[in-house]
């Protein structure tokens, strides 16, 4: 479901949208959909699924590999495409009971939507419901915490530690499949950025459970408050 979908209700006054994401390459296979592997040796070796054995492996393919969250699923129309801000990104809460949280990922879709992502292994028991407040806790916060002035310096951080250049990473991130080579110059960016900034004031989030398997009572948490 995407942000923009007139059938989300509202949700603390914004337009707030939870998702559940199946982890990739570990659900159980059939016969007809099996994964090979066809190996130096010229040889065909079936690539037999596997529950992860950390959480944190999850989360650095999720980092390397941000197309594993499935755009197309999102919005088959115009496929979501994922730009990394800010992985274990610190969330506070500045009330009188001050508090910090840290969000597995923070991702920008192609229209500046924030976009926040939990991961979970099945055998964490904070897979059921305890991961619902905690997901609330940083979609409450966020806004207040985050300012687009933050979220740019992050995602440098980010790009630096990667040794990517940030200015070509987001070109690239804002440039379609079919743009037929058009160019993506300072005003188109500095709209992006603008973007950015009016999702967040008016507290357009998106909010992505993904886990290797998704109980029923997550499920059903996240379709009831959609």
Not at 191 to 199: A, D, E, G, I, L
Request: hydrophobic share 35%; glycine share 4%; charged share 35%.
């Amino acid at each position: 479901q995407d942000p923009s979908d007139q059938r989300i209700t509202h949700w603390m006054r914004s337009r707030t949208c939870l998702e559940t994401q199946p982890a990739p390459a570990i659900m159980e296979p059939t016969m007809s959909d099996r994964i090979f592997l066809v190996s130096d040796d010229d040889t065909l070796k079936p690539m037999d699924a596997a529950p992860y054995a950390k959480e944190d492996v999850l989360q650095r393919l999720l980092e390397r590999y941000p197309d594993l969250l499935a755009g197309e699923q999102v919005d088959p129309e115009d496929p979501r495409r994922w730009l990394l801000i800010k992985r274990e990104a610190g969330i506070e809460h500045r009330g009188d009971d001050a508090h910090a949280w840290r969000l597995d990922h923070l991702f920008l879709d192609q229209d500046g939507v924030p976009t926040l992502v939990e991961t979970k292994i099945a055998e964490n028991p904070e897979l059921r419901r305890k991961v619902v407040g905690q997901m609330l806790d940083y979609a409450a916060n966020i806004c207040e915490a985050w300012s687009v002035e933050r979220i740019r310096t992050e995602f440098e951080s980010t790009c630096e530690q990667a040794d990517r250049p940030s200015d070509d990473t987001l070109r690239e991130h804002l440039t379609s499949e079919d743009a037929d080579g058009d160019l993506i110059d300072d005003e188109a960016i500095e709209r992006f950025w603008m973007s950015v900034k009016t999702n967040l004031e008016a507290g357009r989030l998106r909010l992505v459970f993904v886990a290797d398997h998704i109980p029923s009572s997550l499920l059903r948490i996240v379709e009831f408050l959609n």
